[in-house]
């Protein structure tokens, strides 16, 4: 993170508070490795609060400059221009990620807008702050797509998908996941857009456990697959993934659909594909979802995978 590179990201920062709205956006991608020196870099716009994040430690120097950098840019016409109140320097490569206030009075959450939906985030205190943008088109498509559907959404995390499809029309929604605080926060993301929650269910559950409470909600229409690449204890994505494909026939509706996510750069979308062809052969590859523009990746493969594969009734499940 040189001096070239500091100021091409402080040029980036500065053309893209020109043009905010007021909807949440990835404002630089660094880690899509398009710009050199600026690798572990990344800024989000969360509705006046403009997050940079650090996945790797600079040296003490270049720590230094970068908060030049940042400090000049509060003070730039663009910024005084824009809703920005509030400017947050997150420590990604620490164990606790730990966030630094640069401007603005720390408050632990707030509200921001996507695709007309709201999300209830978490400011300095968490790694992650509650929903992630990059997945912003498959919310979209899910919300497109499930009208009158009954979906269930597994490693449901705060229900982001669940709040897309309820807005969509889907008839009911059972989110899964193992973290109660998160399905938690994802009951307050429903209240936010005013849902009807007995349209929605939240399950507390290890998916591996609670095979048969899962078959007694279904069928679905839709099921949405977004683990994580790892969760100590609980899940290896190249290990444990395998284990819920073979399930997915036995849970579907005929021409039952599903979305399956992958985000690990180091691994393509060949790994659902085939394995997807190994388990549960009924189930057909259809098309892979693109990703935000601002999202872009030097490599296609090294971005977010979100597939769709729909069920052939005709082969029937497992």
Request: net charge negative.
């Amino acid at each position: 993170m040189n001096s070239d590179a500091l100021s091409l990201l402080q040029v980036h920062l500065l053309d893209a508070l020109s043009t905010t709205t007021d909807e949440a956006r990835r404002l630089f991608h660094g880690r899509g490795r398009r710009w050199q020196g600026l690798e572990n870099v990344t800024a989000d716009w969360l509705n006046g609060v403009l997050l940079v994040s650090l996945f790797k430690e600079p040296a003490a120097t270049e720590m230094t400059a970068l908060r030049e950098v940042l400090g000049a840019l509060s003070q730039s016409p663009q910024w005084l221009e824009s809703s920005a109140h509030a400017l947050l320097l997150q420590h990604r490569y620490l164990q606790d990620s730990s966030t630094e206030w640069l401007l603005g009075e720390p408050f632990d959450n707030g509200v921001i807008t996507e695709h007309g939906l709201h999300f209830k985030l978490d400011f300095g205190r968490n790694q992650n702050t509650g929903l992630f943008l990059d997945m912003r088109y498959g919310r979209n498509w899910v919300q497109a797509n499930v009208n009158g559907k009954r979906v269930l959404n597994l490693f449901a995390y705060t229900c982001g998908f669940s709040v897309a499809a309820i807005a969509g029309g889907a008839e009911h929604v059972v989110n899964l996941d193992m973290a109660k605080a998160a399905l938690s926060r994802g009951r307050e993301n429903h209240r936010l857009n005013h849902h009807d929650l007995s349209r929605v269910s939240f399950l507390g559950h290890d998916l591996f456990k609670s095979w048969a409470r899962v078959k007694r909600d279904g069928p679905y229409d839709l099921i949405i697959i977004d683990p994580p690449s790892f969760q100590k204890g609980s899940f290896i994505l190249t290990k444990d993934y395998q284990k819920i494909l073979r399930r997915l026939p036995d849970l579907l509706n005929p021409q039952g659909i599903v979305l399956a996510c992958v985000n690990d750069p180091a691994i393509g979308p060949e790994f659902l594909v085939d394995n997807m062809a190994t388990e549960a052969p009924s189930l057909i590859f259809q098309h892979r979802l693109e990703n935000p523009p601002e999202f872009a990746d030097e490599q296609v493969e090294g971005g977010l995978k979100a597939l769709i594969f729909v069920l052939d009734a005709e082969r029937g499940p497992l």
